[in-house]
DNA sequence: CGTACGTTTGAAACTGCTCAATGCCTGTGG
DNA sequence: CCACAGGCATTGAGCAGTTTCAAACGTACG
């Protein structure tokens, strides 16, 4: 993990040990970041086609929206993850994405990332472990939301998100902050914002939390989890032990 | 689609038209089917290592036990199908697999299936593509989990089993049967089986599915699929429009 | 200063759950 | 051949968790 570098680096390296050749070639891949404003929708098909992206600093999120209204979100995004992967890489008509806060973000274009898959093989392996892991959260997005109830659902998103945040050394003194307003928590965890918000109150009053709008923030993310029997193995928090470089 | 060979390639042949010489090395490298029990666990990490399965015959599903005895199903698995591939490709700790029926079964060996993808690109592709839509398919249960009702819950899931039934061929004039037990229909949708039965009554009381112990009958796939409004694109139903052979 | 968005609270209604009991069918052992 | 056990389906009654509706509040921003 070095200074300055893209926070991509940092997660690809989770997975596999990259040596400067493809740290040079993934930098030069990557370009020049690009800012977009919060609650803003990502195009995943642009004028200059397909394209992902990784995330360099603010939150982003994705959904799928229904006729009536009613919205699902599927995951968060925080720096060192990526947008939209799989949608580039078959165009499949999956879901929709939209910036939470104020974000940097690396635009990823199609044959580009061809390029350097074709040019190196462990950079693409670890993308794919990237993908895996996205999917993997999915999944037990799905258990939460068929068979936890609302309390145990809300800790055990705060136990995720605090874990991947403090993983990609985002936390601050054993916790971290958290720009979420509770609508979208609430559209994350299949819960009426009023019932949301009922039981955030819980957690206050245990002082788990603390929360002010568009702003939660979770003190001691340790407590939380020793509260919570959280089961963190299926967020794969590696750290390089993959191919050595 | 021809009579005799693996289900599989018909299935594969929504995504990409293969050639013969692609058919003749994917029928070896499936080589022999063998026969599992109903009700039975599926191995994926064996004593001759990792595999995933194809399924040619019968009905299996994949699911996430929580450690006090809380289940999630989260999806079904019809012949055509592919049973652990991600597992297989990425040694991620997934979920679990089961046999819901009698099941014919392929089973895919890691090295075998790395050369078939080195040597017959097209294959690797419509592979990407058998997995890409399991996962659109996990996205739309967690809409459903987090956002439908009972009713819809229900309707979706049926009307979702009855497209990728029909669409492999399997219906039986215009409607089709459905090898579940009622529990683990409602451990797919989150519910209770009690309240699964009530919900599923007022289906039945209109016509719209019969119900003997372990089966399930939808007489009139187009009629369910009108009271209910489903959107099917997710499901991706191909007819080979891909790259030509 | 007004508007908009997000949050908070109360009250009432409802959806879906738990508990408990019953019935049905199949397979098995006596 | 019958009795019994086990798995699944069904039903009723009461309860709990969540939703909906409605209103009020705070803060940021134009």
Redesign the interface.
Known sequence: MKANQPVLLDALSDYAALGDRERADLVAFLGKASRHEARADLLIEGEEGLHAYAIESGWAYSY?D?EDG???I?NFHIPGNTIGL?TL??R????SFGTVTDCTLYAMRQPDLQRLFDEHPRIATAF??LL??D??M??????S???RSADERLAHLLCEIGCRVVNRGLGEGGGFSCPLPQTMIA?A??LSVVHLNRTLRKLKEQGLVTVQPGMLEVPDLRRLLAVSDFEA??L?LGDGRDVPA
């Not at 499949?92 to 879901?95: G, I």
């Not at 999915?138 to 258990?143: F, Q």
């Open positions: 799928k229904m009613r919205r699902q599927v799989r890489v078959l499949t008509s999956d879901f794919m472990w895996a892991r999917e993997a999915v999944v037990e997005h799905l258990v939301l068929g068979r559209d965890l299949g193995d299926y794969e």
